[in-house]
Nanobody, 126 residues
């Protein structure tokens, strides 16, 4: 069992930066892929970024590539999402997720991830 708690959300002006953190408790954190998803009001939850167990491989949605950076510190059981050049369309609740990457799994889909945090609100004002 893994529990995930996100932090670092808030209100920021367009062009600003925020760093989200996701602290994990429980066993096997370092064996899981980690991801960030987001859900804007009235929209479905969407993939933002993912990182493999070692931190050596990362994946990004096209809308955030070049602006967001995902990283992890397995010694601290924490995954981060550094967000820069924020836009109003980045406004959403951001969720951290953890799961095993098995044969045929995709980093980009929700069903890969079996543990989810409660989410943290990010609001970008224009």
């Amino acid at each position: 069992q893994v529990q995930l708690v996100e932090s670092g959300g808030g209100l920021v002006q367009a062009g600003g930066s925020l760093r989200l953190s996701c602290a994990a408790s429980g066993r096997s954190f370092s064996s899981y892929a980690m991801a960030w998803f987001r859900q804007a009001p009235g929209k479905e939850r969407e993939f933002v970024a993912a990182i493999n167990w070692s931190g050596g491989t990362t994946h990004y949605a096209g809308a955030v590539k070049g602006r967001f950076t995902i990283s992890r510190d397995n010694a601290k059981n924490t995954v981060y999402l550094q967000m820069s050049s924020l836009k109003p369309e980045d406004t959403a609740v951001y969720y951290c997720a953890a799961g095993p990457i098995l044969f045929g799994s995709s980093y980009y889909t929700e069903k890969t991830y079996i543990y989810w945090g409660q989410g943290t609100q990010v609001t970008v004002s224009s």
